[in-house]
């Protein structure tokens, strides 16, 4: 199975922009993938995902804010995060969608003035 490491996190005022990277072991190109967060105390939610040709799709919560892409030459896969609000504050992971390996450590996105 493929394993993934999440990178690119940090704190950001309201309003600002982060851009988090998954760098996986092996080649990414066939599989289904997204990001996911997890919020202290609740479960991990999905918020972006992006198929094998390209098509997206986000969660309410993030729709026009969010944007998902993938290099499958470099079998990373991004999210680029704009016009952050502290409720997008979480623990940022990259999975597989349909068939997920064990989860990585994440990255944490704090929103804060």
């Known amino acids: 199975q493929v394993q993934f490491v999440e990178s690119g996190g940090g704190l950001v005022q309201p309003g600002g922009s982060l851009r988090l990277s998954c760098a996986a072991s092996?080649?990414?190109?066939?599989?289904?993938l997204g990001w996911y967060r997890q919020h202290p105390g609740e479960e991990r939610e999905l918020v972006a995902h992006?198929?094998?040709?390209?098509?997206?799709n986000y969660a309410g919560s993030v729709e026009g804010r969010f944007t998902i892409s993938r290099d499958n030459g470099k079998n990373t896969v991004y999210l680029q995060m704009n016009s952050l609000k502290p409720e997008d504050t979480a623990v940022y992971y990259c999975?597989?969608?349909?068939?997920?390996?064990?989860w990585g450590q994440g990255t944490q996105g704090t929103v804060s003035s």
């Open positions: 999975n597989s969608v349909i068939r997920r390996s064990a």
């Open positions: 092996g080649s990414i190109g066939t599989i289904y």
């Open positions: 992006i198929t094998s040709t390209g098509r997206t």
